[in-house]
């Protein structure tokens, strides 16, 4: 039964999942209310698309789009359809019983039946004053290469990832489809990613690596020219032309203010049920990047938000709570589910 002064439904973040759960959500009557967080340095409200110049692969968009520009336009069709908005950070939660407690950053607190984080990941940058300046004006640094290596920016350049992990690896691969020379940039003398995709880089005839080299700034009013480098062996300086740079040295989730309430994988991501976004607590859900550390993508988070939304509602519906379901009640026999990547 439902307790006057409770939520229906709380959505933690304000990136693809985030947006896609309150559309979903607010469609089935179930008026969402929505924490967006605020600005803190390179965190934004909207998530990681913020620092994203230029989307060409986010699907309905055969002109390119900002990323700033699709986060806004999620907002208003969440609002559009009664989402609350509320633009504060959630220092903490409660979901050791119900209805559930979330403690925002300046008011009260919050009771909710259900709950969806989606709170997102934030890159690992270096913590180079204009690094992050560059990145955040679309001056050609980025932390992500399947969002941004297509853009004609980058395209016909030299281009630098730093790193030496898998993720790298992955970056300096897609962006010989586009440069006209890729170079990594790895301050220890080998990498730590797999032997295989080790391999697969330094056999690449478009791919040189400078070992044991450390970026100690990015050169670039507007745009990005260069960077200076020092060697972490001899600490000799040097400089290196660049038409962009990819940053691969880690994602970090978005899961502090969890305060361990709910299961995490090895990395840190919220832990789902296969193929779901139930989470270890019944009644709270995640989606997005909070949950990934293998497409993230824009496209991905929002298919997830939906499925977050989806559960919710339903857990709602069998609990008595809320208006009628989204979903048709009658269900097919379950199959046998898949391994879940998210698992």
Not at 251 to 271: D, I
Not at 280 to 292: Q, R
């Amino acid at each position: 039964m439902s307790v006057p002064g409770t939520e229906n439904i709380v959505i933690i973040g304000s990136g693809p999942a985030a947006w896609t759960a309150a559309i979903y959500a607010a469609r089935a009557n179930l008026n969402p209310l929505v924490f967006e967080g605020e600005a803190v340095g390179t965190d934004l409200p909207g998530g990681q698309l913020m620092l994203t110049t230029e989307i060409e692969n986010f699907p309905g968009f055969p002109e390119p789009i900002t990323g700033p520009d699709l986060m806004e336009r999620m907002k208003k069709q969440a609002e559009h359809y009664g989402t609350r908005v509320v633009s504060e950070l959630v220092d903490s939660v409660d979901f050791t019983s119900k209805p559930f407690r979330i403690i925002p950053h300046y008011s009260d607190a919050v009771a909710a039946h259900t709950v969806i984080v989606a709170s997102g990941a934030a890159a690992t940058w270096l913590g180079l004053p204009n690094e992050l300046r560059l990145a955040m004006t679309g001056g050609g640094v980025s932390a992500c290469a399947v969002c941004d290596g297509a853009l004609p920016f980058y395209r016909h350049k030299v281009l630098g990832v730093v790193g030496g992990g898998d993720t790298a690896m992955e970056e300096a691969m897609y962006l010989t489809k586009f440069a006209s020379e890729v170079v990594i940039i790895h301050r220890r003398d080998s990498f730590r990613a797999s032997k295989v995709m080790a391999n697969r880089v330094l056999s690449h005839p478009k791919i040189r690596v400078l070992w044991n080299a450390q970026v100690t700034d990015v050169i670039g009013e507007h745009e990005i020219t260069g960077v200076h480098l020092a060697d972490t062996v001899t600490s000799a300086p040097s400089t290196l032309e660049l038409g962009g740079l990819f940053v691969a040295i880690g994602h970090k989730p978005n899961t502090r203010f969890l305060g361990g309430q709910l299961e995490l994988s090895e990395h840190g991501y919220v832990r789902v049920t296969s193929w779901r976004t139930e989470t270890s607590v019944p009644g709270v859900f995640a989606a997005g990047d909070v949950i990934d550390d293998y497409y993230r993508q824009a496209i991905t988070s929002a298919g997830t938000g939906c499925m977050a939304a989806l559960e919710a509602e339903r857990w709602l519906s069998h609990h008595g709570i809320g208006e009628s379901p989204i979903l048709e009640t009658a269900e097919a026999p379950v199959a046998a589910e898949p391994e879940s990547i998210f698992s």
